[in-house]
């Protein structure tokens, strides 16, 4: 639970939120950017890290892992507050401010906001377990920022896809056992990865247990005993695990946003296209998450719309300041 002051509050750390910390701060702003997910890169980190980006001007090729490092450290020396796995959920105008609360109650107070949400807060799938927050980040994890927490240790890996098999593999040569649970026979993820799964469980500590759903956990306190999981005919095994990685996906989702009476058009926040302004004055969106006229949803047309949501908050936040537009090679790379 944090409490942050700030100038521009930005929601969504894509790589639109990121450079929309460089933009803001080259006019001297301050920023904080929140997202939902544990790690920064939106899309281009959860969704395709590897693949090859070819549209980013001056970059003929780069991949989304490495754009994302690079924004990283782009926008270092505007020191950004930056709060990773909570959601923004709720806005109040109050005093010509706004005061927006998290998932985790933290509180910032901003004289704007831009959204830069994408489709919508990302989170994974969960599997169907009814007291699962209770393990969540304690003995179940749907992210591994620490593969050596695992050395030793027994765990149950359940997915059909590329995390999950990769994950398997990775952790092998860690883990004292780990049980591999999929609920169809056939696995999704790349065919030479599934051949390298099914040779590791052949002469090593890696359990293949196909087709079986999970069902449920036993443990106390966040610390798990066992997970059970079933077979198509109900019929259960009981696995005794320290951990549980379920991989089934991220879904997203536009959830709190919804409820902010911005003005939506199909999931989307309508913008006036020459400020960024939602419907909602000192409210500003930008990236995937806003529409107008011939909006593309590429990532260099939301750096564009950074550097203009940018400009637009400072007439907002400085109304008596004229601001005298430089140039990078100027001005520099301005630091707060
Ligand atoms: C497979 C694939 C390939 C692609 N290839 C290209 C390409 O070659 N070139 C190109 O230009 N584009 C490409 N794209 C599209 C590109 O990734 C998106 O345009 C870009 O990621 C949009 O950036 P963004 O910052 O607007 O949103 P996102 O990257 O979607 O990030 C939004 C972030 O906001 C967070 N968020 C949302 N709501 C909340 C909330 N309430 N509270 C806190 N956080 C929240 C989300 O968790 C997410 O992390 C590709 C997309 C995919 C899926």
Redesign the pocket.
Known sequence: MKKIETDVLI????????FSVFELGQLGMKSCV????DIV????S???PE?P????PAFPEIS?EKLIQNLTLQIKPFKPDLILG????KIKYDDDCYETT?SKNSVIKSKCIVI????????PNKPPICNIEEYEEKSIFYHIKDKNKFKNKKIAIAGGGDSAVDWAIELSDKAEKIYFIHRREKLRAAPSSVQKLYKIAKNNNLEIIVPYQIDSITGNNGKLDSLIVKDLDGAKKDLNVDYFLPFFGLS?N????KDWELQIEKNLLEVDQSTCQTSKNGIFA????CTYPGKL??????FSEAAIAAHSCYKRIFPDKVLHFEYSTTSGVKSL
């Open positions: 929601i969504g750390a894509g790589p639109v939120g990121l929140i997202d939902t997910l890169g939106g899309q281009c959860s969704l395709y693949k980006i070819y549209d980013i989304a909570e959601m923004v959920e998290t830069a949400a994408g489709n919508g807060a990302f989170g997203s536009l959830g709190p946003i930008i990236g995937d998450i949803k590429l990532i260099l047309t939301g």
